[in-house]
């Protein structure tokens, strides 16, 4: 099967390949950004973290040079491939009910989707222009899981532009999509970054119940996302009278985006298939439910990463709110 698909997609130049192959097997979009250091969001990382906006997500603060040079993170990496995949739901929950975040709605974790993908780009890759256009002794895909600033690349790559809300808005796809990462040692054509098409809107920054953003910078220690995930600590009191029934990640700044109203339409991945019925669960069922019940309905699921006791302590908050 690659093969015949590598025949047939290999009467085009190397880019147009490599976008053409991933359209294939089910992503949404796909660029590419030649590697180099990227120098300003160094300095403004740099900034960022000395602030101490990252909360307690220290590894932000490891392999800072890796993070914003991929040449460094896959030494002979000269191109950076970015995928997109869309997660955008058909339906949502109750809107009473404890939420969570329309990524997570899905029974399995979109890193092992989006892996899976990414390796099977990278075998049509291989087939076309062979082993080489590789580094097999480093990792070189990557999704939301190493060193890299794959929104950066991203908009690097001709994907979209960063807004206020510091997500990737993507035309025709908005900001409910997946990043995927693929390094590889050739050249080839770069597509062009897009402007911006925020303009004095500032709808994601009014609509934010903690006050998390400012122009395109989130201080990570006031953002819901953050607060109902990441962070080990007790969550402060100034900040759980305005959870706004989040209990698990956070869209309100996306919800509102103009560009979501307009572009954002549900995906058809059979692999993003929601949890079994928890778009019906009611808050007492959330509320009630057992470890074994949560492990069973998430577990292979993006919701393990907080875990049962962060997950239920989370809800307990929101409950004493009422």
């Given at each position: 099967?690659l ?6 997609l ?11 192959a991933?359209?294939?097997?089910g992503?949404?979009a ?9 120098e300003?969001?160094a300095a ?16 932000l603060?490891?392999?800072?040079e890796?993070?914003t040079d991929?040449?460094?993170?896959v ?11 869309n997660?955008y739901?058909t339906?949502?929950?109750?809107a ?10 899905s029974?399995i ?5 989006i892996?899976?993908?990414l ?10 222009y062979g082993?080489?256009?590789?580094a ?5 895909i990557?999704?939301?899981?190493a060193p ?16 206020k ?14 990043i995927?990462i693929?390094?590889?040692?050739a ?6 970054p897009?402007a911006?098409?925020?303009g ?9 119940p ?5 122009a395109?910078?989130?201080?990570a220690?006031r ?13 402060s ?12 990640g ?14 954002a339409?549900?995906?058809?991945k ?11 669960w009611?808050?007492?069922t ?9 492990n ?5 699921s993006a919701?393990?990463?907080?875990g ?11 409950r004493?709110?009422?």
């Amino acid at each position: 099967m690659l093969s015949t698909l590598v025949r047939v997609l290999h009467i085009q130049p190397m880019n147009h390949f490599i976008k053409n192959a991933a359209l294939s097997i089910g992503f949404d979009a796909c660029g590419i950004a030649k590697a180099e250091l990227l120098e300003e969001d160094a300095a403004y990382l740099r900034q960022w973290l000395n602030n101490g906006k990252q909360g307690e997500m220290h590894y932000l603060e490891r392999n800072f040079e890796k993070r914003t040079d991929p040449r460094l993170l896959v030494p002979g990496c000269k191109s950076v491939v970015v995928v997109l995949m869309n997660y955008y739901p058909t339906e949502h929950q109750i809107a009473d009910a404890p939420q969570i975040s329309k990524y997570a709605y899905s029974s399995i974790d979109y890193h092992t989707v989006i892996k899976e993908k990414l390796h099977l780009l990278e075998q049509l890759i291989i087939e076309a222009y062979g082993s080489d256009i590789v580094a097999p002794e480093y990792q070189h895909i990557f999704v939301d899981s190493a060193p890299v600033l794959e929104r950066r690349w991203a908009e690097r790559a001709g994907l979209g532009w960063i807004g206020k809300h510091t997500q990737l808005i993507s035309p025709g796809l908005g900001s409910y999509f997946f990043i995927g990462i693929l390094m590889i040692n050739a050249e080839t054509e770069y597509d062009a970054p897009m402007a911006e098409l925020c303009g004095k809107c500032t709808r994601c920054i009014d609509a934010c119940p903690t006050k998390a953003l400012a122009a395109r910078e989130m201080d990570a220690r006031r953002c819901i996302s953050y607060l109902t995930i990441e962070n080990k600590k007790d969550i402060s009191k100034e900040f759980i009278p305005i959870l706004s029934n989040r209990m698990y990640g956070c869209d309100i700044c996306a919800d509102v985006c103009p560009w979501n109203k307009k572009w954002a339409t549900p995906h058809n991945k059979k692999e993003f298939a929601v949890v079994p019925g928890m778009l019906q669960w009611d808050t007492e069922t959330w509320e009630k439910m057992t470890k074994e019940q949560f492990n069973a309905a998430f577990k292979f699921s993006a919701v393990q990463r907080a875990g049962y006791k962060k997950f239920m302590q989370n809800i307990n908050l929101l409950r004493n709110q009422q």
